[in-house]
């Protein structure tokens, strides 16, 4: 036996931006991470919607876009880059759908190249993000012990709120105790 721990990997769940966190990128940011392992950490901001319609940018995915129909930016890097997550309500064990690779839970990524059609009956909203967030290895781990972000879980309402910016506050007020109350934190956080 090595004395080595496996890392737990948080995929699927949230990084939630403490107040103590100044990076103007990640403002009050939840972030619902996609992969996260020895290779570093993937992630979309699922609460910064951008004017841009999905019709003009995927006009074929604009009808399973929930509302507010627009792209988010998912983070900072790779803006050219679109990618889409949807919820496919039913049991994990069933077969997965063609054209969505499960995440966690109920919450999955859409192959933006498959046809909207064949996914259009099986998907719950569709939310379509230009760029995403990365850390390299251990950088999360890091931003961690700083103080930089809470952990918590997400749920599959999550990535398609119709209330984008209200998603910081909704998430901490379901937490218990303490984080409870980080979410009546104001804006700006010297009038505390």
Do not use: C, K
Request: aromatic share 6%; charged share 20%; net charge negative.
């Amino acid at each position: 036996m090595s004395g080595m721990t496996e890392p737990v990997s948080l995929t699927g769940r949230l990084l939630v931006a403490t107040p103590a966190l100044t990076d103007p990128n990640f403002d009050r940011a939840v972030v619902l991470l996609l992969d996260h392992d020895t290779e570093g950490t993937l992630g979309v901001v699922l609460n910064r919607p951008t004017p841009v319609e999905v019709g003009a940018v995927l006009e074929s995915w604009a009808e399973l876009a929930g509302a507010p129909a627009v792209v988010f930016q998912g983070g900072p890097v790779g803006l050219d880059s679109a990618l889409a997550l949807a919820v496919v309500p039913g049991e994990q064990g069933e077969e997965e759908v063609l054209g969505w690779r499960r995440v966690h839970g109920a919450i999955g990524l859409v192959d933006l190249e498959a046809p909207p059609e064949l996914l259009a009956a099986e998907l719950g909203a569709l939310r379509v993000f230009a760029g995403y967030a990365g850390w390299a290895p251990g950088q999360l781990e890091d931003e961690l012990l700083e103080g930089a972000w809470y952990v918590v879980d997400s749920e599959p309402g999550d990535v398609s709120a119709p209330d984008p910016e209200r998603l910081w506050r909704a998430v901490l007020r379901r937490q218990r105790g303490e984080l409870a109350l980080v979410a009546t934190y104001p804006d700006d956080p010297s009038l505390n």
